[in-house]
């Protein structure tokens, strides 16, 4: 039997690491889809949906009509990372808003794309990731 060899597990870590990271917005769109329909009744929700379906502009959510859909996101933040958005702290550095602004992104259309169902929100080819 070959012996484990740090580089080794050096290599399993980094793989692991970089399989989180891509998994990361989606479960990230998976908490905020929660957080969304804890906030909201299920005829804001109903409205929510039909709106951005009917909605031509690419980046609009209807979202904000109803709440304060930002501070959502950062509760998503807070409930899978533990912390806040860096975009909103004054401490943080360019580069870690940069990463936050890209994260909160592709998570918010991964949520809107399954519009808004928890349980939708994971890659392709993947299982649904655990919210709870």
């Not at 692991?16 to 479960?27: F, G």
């Not at 329909?37 to 005829?43: D, G, I, S």
């Not at 009509?65 to 996101?73: R, S, T």
């Not at 918010?108 to 392709?124: E, G, R, T």
Request: with cysteine; net charge negative; proline share 4%.
């Amino acid at each position: 039997m070959k012996p484990i060899i740090m580089d080794d597990v050096d290599a399993v870590r980094a793989d692991h690491a970089k399989l989180e990271a891509a998994r990361l917005p989606y479960t990230i769109a998976a908490h905020f889809s929660r957080v969304l329909r804890e906030w909201l009744t299920p005829l804001e929700m109903s409205k929510l949906i039909t709106r951005n379906r009917r909605e031509r502009i690419k980046g609009v959510c209807h979202s904000h009509d109803f709440c304060d859909a930002n501070m959502a996101m950062d509760e998503a933040f807070k409930r899978v990372l533990g912390r806040g958005m860096y975009l909103i702290d004054e401490g943080a550095t360019d580069e870690q808003k940069e990463a936050d602004t890209a994260l909160w992104n592709a998570a918010w259309n991964i949520a809107k794309q399954a519009q808004f169902v928890a349980d939708d929100c994971h890659a392709p080819n993947q299982a649904t990731p655990r919210t709870t």
